[in-house]
């Protein structure tokens, strides 16, 4: 049973709410964005590159790790034997048992590395896929185009001592992530700020984007950008090309002092915090039916179906207070271990405090708008959900807040 229910469930009851009977990890979803602003929409998110190709194997290669691509109908034992592995091994690297069967796509982390891809397995290219660089060769060109009139001698090698160049593929090595247990792929593609399909494609995921706990994914890579052009434009403008239209000057820079005074000079000091950026409304109690419950700032908004509440970021130990006036009816934890407190308040709302640490209330205290209730807790980075509920209904916090 979801957190979700348990709480409408409380709310029509009016009883203490418990999670002691929870059998499914609870998946807040509150790891996304962080760093990163409100802006959580796909056609936002970086465009990615597509998955390098496999060998004949399946086998992908990295400087720093390998992986193997599986077929339809692998089991992990057909798998390790097809890129010499052993797979109890390899089973146990990806939280499987050896007789697991497999997706046609999924990627499936090596424990240790196998041969490297070459011509001999069926790829164009040979060794590990290495970062975007500079060739030797050009290098080399460009000091001896340097060199000007300097005399250089060279020598030819001998056409059978001459090794065949080896043809090498480069790109970005993708970081892996270690999934564990609760997070889901909504919250990995947040918190790496890639796309739901993106991810899924890379990592073979099915239609249902199932992970598990233990599995390694790799986390898609930017789209290379296309080189700049390097050909010089003609001195003079060709006929019928227009004059450029010149850029704005606050494109560029700051704009002119204006002769007049701002407004907010006139007022007086207590009201100039109000011409504070929209970035400071989160680190000021709101003067709403309900206060900001941590002087943070909003990592992650409101979503129905997708985010229970509002995600608070601040420094660790920071204090957690309760947004209104009311009693304290719920402090628990899931047994995911996380802990979260609910306090029902007059006009039928409850304010719950999802993921807080070092509770300082208990079951029936009263407490009082803005008082310390729990803290911040440790994480990378510090996250508190704030949710509310109407009568039985979860509602977006946000309009209590303004």
């Given at each position: 049973m979801s957190f979700s229910k348990y709480l409408k469930s409380y709310l029509l009851a009016s009883v203490a709410i418990t999670l002691a009977a929870c059998e499914q990890p609870l998946d807040f979803d509150m790891r996304g964005a962080f760093?990163?602003?409100?802006?959580?929409a796909e056609a936002a998110r970086m465009a990615t590159a597509k998955r390098p190709d496999a060998d004949d194997r399946?086998?992908?290669?990295?400087?720093n790790y390998q992986v193997a691509v599986a077929r339809r109908d692998d089991t992990v034992t057909?798998?390790?034997a097809r890129?010499?592995?052993?797979?109890?091994?390899?089973?146990?690297?990806?939280?499987?048992?050896?007789?697991?069967?497999?997706?046609?796509?999924?990627?499936?982390?090596?424990?240790?590395?196998?041969?490297?891809?070459?011509?001999?397995?069926?790829?164009?290219?040979?060794?590990?896929?290495?970062?975007?660089?500079?060739d030797i060769t050009t290098l080399a060109g460009g000091a001896i185009d340097r060199a000007g009139e300097q005399e250089i001698e060279t020598t030819t090698l001998e056409s059978d001592s001459q090794p065949e160049k080896q043809k090498v593929a480069r790109g970005l090595e993708p970081k892996r992530h270690k999934v564990v247990r609760g997070e889901t792929v909504y919250t990995i593609s947040r918190l790496y700020d890639v796309s739901v399909r993106s991810l899924a494609e890379w990592n073979g995921l099915g239609s249902d984007f199932k992970i598990r706990e233990g599995q390694y994914l790799l986390i898609p890579v930017p789209e290379t950008s296309p080189p700049e052009r390097t050909t010089s434009e003609p001195e003079t403008e060709p006929p019928g090309r227009g004059s450029p239209t010149p850029t704005p000057p606050s494109a560029t820079r700051p704009l002119p002092e204006e002769g007049t005074q701002p407004v907010a000079e006139s007022e007086p000091a207590e009201t100039q915090s109000d011409s504070a950026p929209e970035q400071r409304q989160a680190e000021t109690p709101s003067g709403g039916e309900l206060a900001?419950?941590?002087?943070?700032?909003?990592?992650?908004?409101?979503?129905?179906?997708k985010n229970d509440g509002i995600d608070f970021t601040a420094d660790p130990g920071e204090a957690v207070t309760s947004a209104e006036a009311g009693t304290v009816v719920s402090v628990t934890k899931s047994t995911e271990n996380v802990q979260f407190v609910v306090i029902k308040h007059s006009n039928s709302l409850a304010t719950v405090y999802v993921n807080v640490d070092k509770v300082s209330v208990a079951n029936g205290d009263q407490v009082t708008r803005g008082q310390k209730i729990?803290?911040?807790?440790?994480?990378?980075?510090p996250y508190v959900q704030f949710q509310v509920a109407k009568g039985t209904a979860q509602v977006d916090p946000m309009p209590y807040l303004q």
């Open positions: 760093g990163s602003g409100l802006n959580t399946g086998v992908i290669s990295y400087p057909d798998l390790a890129v010499g592995a052993d797979a109890a091994e390899l089973a146990r690297y990806n939280g499987l048992q050896p007789g697991d069967n497999l997706r046609a796509g999924e990627v499936v982390a090596l424990p240790r590395r196998v041969a490297e891809p070459s011509p001999e397995t069926g790829s164009p290219t040979t060794g590990p896929i290495q970062p975007p660089g500079i900001y419950p941590v002087k943070g700032r909003i990592i992650r908004e409101y979503s129905k179906g729990a803290e911040m807790p440790e994480g990378n980075p």
